[in-house]
């Protein structure tokens, strides 16, 4: 069984940490003018990108929270996703 939960005291810890952050500081960086659907789904692909084949496994299958990996990925994924979409200024 594969499981995600919000829980800390269980494995694959689904935390809104893991988005929101970076989410704002890539719409940011872009002077993005909303946050859309598509920049939310860029995120949650770039947020399954960091788990790497070799670290895949049923304890593991979203990066920890503190991972430092997420803030760089999460961010350029939003910021040109908001670029390809057109809603910069």
Do not use: C
Not at 14 to 27: E, H
Not at 45 to 72: K, M, N, T
Request: hydrophobic share 45%; glycine share 4%.
């Amino acid at each position: 069984i594969i499981m995600a939960t919000g829980r800390w005291d269980h494995p694959n810890q689904v935390n809104n940490v893991l988005g929101f952050p970076y989410i704002f500081r890539g719409a940011l960086d872009v002077r993005a003018t909303k946050i859309n659907e598509e920049m939310k789904m860029a995120t949650a692909i770039a947020i399954a990108s960091i788990v790497s084949d070799e670290e895949l496994h049923e304890d593991y299958v979203v990066p920890d929270a503190f991972d430092e990996r997420v803030v760089e990925v999460v961010a350029k994924a939003v910021s040109e996703t908001a670029i390809k979409m057109g809603i910069t200024r």
